[in-house]
């Protein structure tokens, strides 16, 4: 994947807030989570109020790394990966693991709930894990939400200033990328970080392999959507533990 972005002064200017987000975002996503699972089994709002939270800022750090591209003529929509993808043989290759993979991989998280062994129940991030159908409309608008702006601002957009203010190669600056999206998930704990790394590493692997953001942003919401509402739904139904819906 080549790419040749020339941010201008003022779309730097914008980007200064975008980054403080960036690295900030660990330690606020962190306490927001923290303090929510401080409240879960006491306040019934306090899932959906952090997935609030998360959905708006996520998207505000969308708009501003839009609005920095929209005031630099210099930074086109190829240079943040909103292109059809270069090799159409990556596409098809990408699109039909896809097909055979994820249903499978669907299917045998299903199956681990069913059986009672959802590798969910005992990870860092159980708290999150939606109870009701109202956190699951919340838990899926969250999981669309990462899929999109995630992609748009650690693979097209970071990758993207890497290549221009620091002078990296796109490798480079698509692994500086990934180590900022991995920090982003500190709450998650250690073990979950190694995951998201892996998950990102695929997702970044898959950007700059194709040189379009459409499919790791597909990959990316099938992925939490697996994650954060099929397999909790699957497992409360299965072990009839849902909550009564508000």
């Known amino acids: 994947m080549r790419i040749s972005p020339d941010f201008s002064p003022l779309g730097l200017v914008l980007a200064v807030p975008l980054i403080g987000y960036v690295l900030a975002e660990g330690l606020w996503g962190k306490r927001s ?51 059809a993808p270069e090799e159409p043989s990556v596409a098809i290759g990408a699109v039909g693991a896809m097909v055979v993979a994820l249903p499978l991989l669907a299917w045998l998280f299903y199956r681990s709930a069913r059986a009672g062994r959802s590798p969910a129940k005992n990870s860092q991030i159980k708290e999150m894990l939606p109870r009701t159908s109202t956190e699951r409309r919340y838990a899926l608008a969250m999981a669309v939400t990462a899929g ?5 601002v650690y693979r097209g957009f970071l990758i993207a200033l890497g290549v221009d203010v620091l002078g990296l190669s796109v490798t480079m600056a698509g692994a500086l990328a990934l180590a900022l999206f991995t920090i982003g998930h500190v709450y998650q704990g250690w073990a979950g970080m190694v995951l998201v790394a892996a998950v990102g590493y695929s997702l970044t692997y898959l950007y700059l392999s194709s040189g379009s953001l459409l499919l790791p942003v597909c990959l990316h919401i099938f992925i939490d959507v697996l994650s954060m509402v099929v397999v909790p739904w699957a497992t409360a139904r299965t072990r009839n533990t849902d909550v009564v819906p508000v």
């Open 33 to 83: 989570y923290d303090r929510m699972r401080q409240r879960r089994d006491q306040d019934p709002y306090a899932l959906i109020g952090m997935f609030r939270r998360w959905i708006s800022g996520s998207w505000w750090a969308a708009a501003l790394a839009v609005l920095t591209l929209l005031v630099s003529p210099g930074v086109h929509l190829s240079d943040i990966g909103v292109r």
């Open 148 to 152: 999109v702006t995630e992609e748009l």
